[in-house]
């Protein structure tokens, strides 16, 4: 049965749901809070929507591998309409602590085209971090803020894999324990952009912040469920200004591309897929944050191993890193960076920390959300530029990481072979996604 959700412009009111809770209150939700929460308190014994996606073992990374999923996207996916509707049930009922879709934001001129936005409120209204962060391994606190103190409310539905290899959506599902713990979709109530939501695997199994082979590929269902090129998938180590240290992705709408994405790429490692296909890794040119960029496969558990794989191994050698997941999961960027332990040392400039910029996975893509006024006013490609450039590994130091991920994810190298093959959201691409509202992106 297919349900069609239509999407209406509602007016948010700021919720006095969100405020931070105490310690107290935190550690009550933990025994039974009444609330409806996450916890094993309450959702063992709750009913949640459940849109349950097609994880056939063979499922091939795309139909077709030398296209791009913007020519599947002229029909609105039943995942994203679900999605859409849902958020701006959540907006309407007042959950988010301001309304982003009031934020300026506009493309800064120059070759790359970051974007800016204004944000005033965020840094003011967001959740403290509040665990080391220079260790980017670090066991669950129940005691901290975690998924499970968050009321059902906030969920938007279960995303599972289905029984009978066939997609469903069910309105209303009981949980069932002896299946495991469920993953869920919730909104980020401290939204960058419209759309904003979590993506948490397993969340009553309580993981830490750290990438597995499960947890990935769900992450890469989610983005090739969505179809849709606007749609981005992101993971911050901790360390790589992850504030929450409770395993989750999130992921959320922009309807102009990545500068991060339009960036050429050398090809230089590979690893073999099934069908003599290849997992093809290439590193970044001309972009201040030295990056690697995995694809190809043919199947997307092929591209998940070589991507788990090396984000094990950062991992486990204390490297942060931020991830991007583009172009419906079929194009992931692993970006290992420096900058929270840079800016402890005292390395950054005062001019840069005065921003209160934290470059998380958005920020190096290039979407760069500004808290103060006169920074956005005066956002230029210069100062993107010069941010960036602080957060990446050395010259030397990404080499030695990439021999280092090299060995470790048994990967082949290759002859190098620069490309300047443009973003899969390329300029022929819309500007502005058929469903989504047009603004969307408001550029003033």
């Known amino acids: 049965m297919e349900r069609i959700l239509t999407i209406r412009r509602v007016p948010t009111v700021v919720s006095n749901y969100q405020d931070n809770a105490s310690s107290e209150d935190l550690q009550a939700i933990v025994h039974g809070c009444g609330r409806n929460c996450l916890g094993k308190c309450c959702l063992p014994v709750s009913k949640l929507p459940l ?29 994203n309409n679900l999605l859409l509707a849902q958020w701006e049930d959540r907006m309407n009922r007042g959950l988010f602590r301001y309304d982003v879709t009031s934020c300026e934001t506009k493309v800064i001129p120059g070759t790359y085209g970051f974007i800016a936005q204004l944000n005033e409120g965020r840094h003011l209204k967001k959740r403290p971090t509040e665990f080391r962060i220079d260790m980017v391994l670090q066991d669950f606190d129940e005691n901290k803020f975690n998924f499970t103190k968050v009321g059902q409310e906030e969920v938007l539905f279960r995303f599972e894999p289905t029984k009978d290899n066939h997609t469903h959506y069910f309105p209303s599902s009981s949980i069932d324990s002896e299946e495991g713990s469920p993953s869920v979709v919730a909104i980020n109530v401290s939204p960058i952009e419209y759309g904003h939501v979590l993506l948490i695997p397993r969340v009553l199994d309580c993981l830490p912040q750290r990438i597995d082979r499960e947890s990935l590929l769900l992450a890469l269902h989610f983005a090739k469920e969505a179809s849709d090129p606007f749609f981005r998938v992101g993971y911050n180590s901790l360390g790589a200004f992850a504030t929450i240290n409770h395993l989750h992705f999130q992921a959320y709408y922009l309807s102009v591309p990545f500068p991060i994405e339009k960036a050429p790429t050398c090809k230089i490692m590979s690893r073999k897929g099934a069908y003599k296909t290849k997992v093809v890794v290439s590193k970044l040119l001309n972009y201040p944050v030295r990056g690697l960029v995995f694809e190809g496969g043919y199947k997307l558990l092929d591209l998940c191993d070589a991507v788990t794989s090396s984000c094990i191994f950062l991992q486990s050698n204390n490297i942060p890193f931020n991830i991007l997941i583009s172009d419906c999961g079929k194009r992931i960027f692993i970006l290992p960076q420096c900058y929270a332990k840079k800016q402890a040392q005292g390395e950054v400039s005062q001019e840069l920390v005065d921003t209160q910029v934290n470059p998380a996975v958005w920020e190096i893509s290039g979407h760069m959300v500004l808290k103060r006024r006169k920074n956005y006013d005066e956002a230029s490609e210069q100062y993107a530029w010069k941010l960036l450039a602080e957060v990446s590994l050395s010259e030397e130091r990404f080499e030695e990481v990439i021999r280092q991920i090299h060995e470790a994810g048994n990967l082949e190298s290759e002859e190098e072979q620069p490309s300047v093959e443009e973003s899969r959201c390329d300029s022929n691409s819309p500007r502005v996604a058929a469903h989504l509202p047009q603004d969307c992106l408001v550029l003033h």
């Open 51 to 79: 849109y349950a996606f097609n994880d056939a073992k063979q499922q091939r990374v795309d139909k077709d591998h030398h296209g791009s999923c913007d020519d599947r996207c002229s029909q609105m996916s039943f995942l």
